[in-house]
């Protein structure tokens, strides 16, 4: 049991490079994403930045929700599926304990 317990505890801080590298790797899939969905929506490439004299509010608002959006969702799928394959090879899940993301 106590070699069940230790293992419980160093899981986490290992998971944390792995953590790390899908984090990376979920801002680029969500900026792809974000990229491909502004250009759906609006049939431009480039979405509005917060200072973009030439854009409204509006604009702006919908770009920073779309990608607030998209990078949520990116991120929580690639963190669960990255948990989810941690804890079939290991038996263990990766979070120390239950709570919030931060």
Not at 54 to 67: F, K, M, N, T
């Amino acid at each position: 049991m106590a070699k069940s317990k230790k293992k419980k505890l160093k899981l986490p801080l290992a998971y944390k490079p792995l953590g790390f590298a899908m984090g990376w790797a979920s801002g680029a899939i969500a900026g792809f994403a974000f990229r491909k969905t502004w250009t759906a929506l609006r049939h431009e490439e480039d979405a509005p930045d917060a200072l973009d004299r030439d854009r409204g509010w509006g604009e702006i608002l919908l770009a920073a929700a779309v990608q607030g959006a998209l990078f949520a969702v990116v991120r929580s799928a690639v963190d669960r599926t990255g948990a989810k394959a941690i804890e079939r090879s290991t038996g263990v899940w990766p979070a120390a304990d239950k709570g919030g993301r931060d």
